[in-house]
């Protein structure tokens, strides 16, 4: 298999340097290019064809999020994932970030082995969130007054309904199988009628859109 290619987004080179070195020394990754600004990350990304991009939320010129919402949106550059990195997990941009594209975050002083397991976790398409921070922060999020009004979609099944439930509180597909007494092919075939459904890019955003919607209350997951 092909080394997972990683752009790393960060305003402070030492940071940077720091990533870099824990990235080369694993033997299936590969730092393919360097960025300090959000700006910069973007067009990185698409020069160097990056899988995956390990991304600070507060950079100069562009910031994190508004990057992640432009790798997001981007035609040329769908498939590249993106790992926000914050220095706390209360930070209320985290937020933002996964409704702009974010596939999941981490905290800047996570172990070495923690950041290069997420990143294997997101290149390979899944979601990393924590669930704990994750349902506190959307439950915030929802309480502020510029938060948007969303009507929950009355299109899902019951049963969807259920697995939307268990996906918001960090389950994988083998631990809602297991929860539901279904297959894992049978719960995955699930989660992915519901992204359909409720417009979701994976599961980061699937988290958000069910507690958005009202789907989920926060505090009961």
Do not use: W
Not at 47 to 61: C, G, H, K, N, T
Not at 63 to 71: F, K, M, P, S, V
Not at 145 to 173: D, F, H, Q, Y
Request: proline letters at 4%; hydrophobic letters at 45%.
């Amino acid at each position: 298999m092909s080394a997972i290619r990683v752009l790393l987004a960060d305003d402070q080179t030492l940071v940077r340097a720091a990533f870099a070195m824990l990235v080369e020394s694993a033997k299936d990754m590969e730092v393919v290019g360097q960025a300090g600004t959000g700006r910069e990350a973007v067009e990185l990304a698409r020069r160097q064809r990056a899988d995956l991009v390990v991304m600070d939320i507060r950079m100069p010129d562009l910031d994190g999020i508004e990057a992640t919402r432009l790798i997001a949106e981007a035609e040329d550059l769908a498939g590249v994932r993106v790992l926000v990195l914050t220095t706390y997990d209360t930070d209320e941009n985290i937020v933002e970030a996964l409704r702009a594209g974010a596939s999941g975050f981490l905290v800047k002083d996570t172990r070495p082995a923690e950041l290069l397991d997420a990143i294997r976790t997101v290149a390979a398409g899944e979601a990393l969130l924590s669930p704990g921070p994750t349902a506190r922060l959307i439950e915030r999020f929802l309480r502020s007054p510029s938060a948007p009004s969303t009507a929950g979609p009355e299109c899902l099944s019951e049963r969807e309904r259920e697995v939307l439930a268990l996906v918001a509180r960090g389950l994988n597909n083998t631990e809602i199988a297991e929860a539901l007494g279904l297959s894992p092919l049978t719960a995955k075939t699930h989660v992915s009628r519901i992204m359909g459904k409720l417009g979701a890019r994976d599961r980061a955003q699937l988290v958000v859109v069910a507690y958005e919607s009202g789907l989920i209350v926060p505090g009961n997951g």
